[in-house]
């Protein structure tokens, strides 16, 4: 009989440790665009559902609070705030970049708890397409996704003021100036 309750309780709280091992909450992310990039603001929603990695946080959410962040203040340093009021995790911006007379758009992941900026890069103008999105924005910024949700008192922050190359030579020395 006792072998039995043993069996029965080490049951029960392997059953619960696998349901909530199996039920994590995935990370909430908010996608912030200019109108006129929200062709690729929803191409990418529907791409990042589709992955599964990731929580979205509905558009209609972030339009509200985004308005009632208007009303409070400028949208300047105040975009953390929006992922604050949304409960979001990460905020994933998409604004035009005007650089030389040519335009391209610009993404930046940003970890709200931390406030840190994960990753940026440059993309190549044009209408999204299902392959673009996957190779500028899924495959460099999906490995990320994980770490919008680490706390910010876990959070190492390192400065790379002060690194120099391993390799002395001419290229080496160029680049770090």
């Known amino acids: 009989m006792n072998l039995m309750i043993r069996i029965f309780w080490t049951g029960l709280s392997l059953m619960l440790w696998s349901s909530a091992v199996s039920h994590a909450e995935l990370p909430r992310l908010g996608i912030i665009a200019e109108d006129k990039l929200k062709p690729y603001a929803d191409l990418l929603s529907v791409r990042l559902t589709q992955g599964g990695n990731v929580a979205l946080i509905e558009r209609a959410e972030i339009d509200k609070a985004i308005a009632e962040q208007r009303l409070s203040a400028d949208m300047?340093?105040?975009?953390?705030?929006?992922?604050?009021?949304?409960?979001?995790?990460?905020?994933?911006?998409?604004?035009?970049?005007?650089?030389?007379?040519?335009?391209?758009?610009?993404?930046?992941?940003?970890?709200?708890?931390?406030?840190?900026?994960?990753?940026?890069?440059?993309?190549?103008?044009?209408?999204?397409?299902?392959?673009?999105?996957?190779?500028?924005?899924?495959?460099?910024?999906?490995p990320l996704f994980p770490k919008l949700s680490v706390l910010p008192t876990n959070v190492i922050r390192i400065s790379f003021l002060g690194v120099h190359a391993t390799l002395q030579d001419a290229e080496s020395r160029e680049a770090e100036r």
Do not use: C, M, Q, W
């Not at 391209?104 to 190549?124: K, M, Q, T």
């Not at 673009?132 to 495959?139: C, P």
């Open 76 to 142: 300047g340093a105040e975009s953390l705030h929006v992922g604050r009021l949304l409960r979001a995790d990460g905020l994933l911006f998409l604004f035009t970049n005007h650089e030389d007379g040519i335009e391209a758009i610009r993404s930046r992941l940003v970890a709200v708890g931390p406030g840190i900026a994960l990753a940026e890069s440059l993309h190549a103008p044009g209408l999204p397409t299902e392959e673009s999105i996957d190779k500028e924005f899924l495959k460099p910024y999906g």
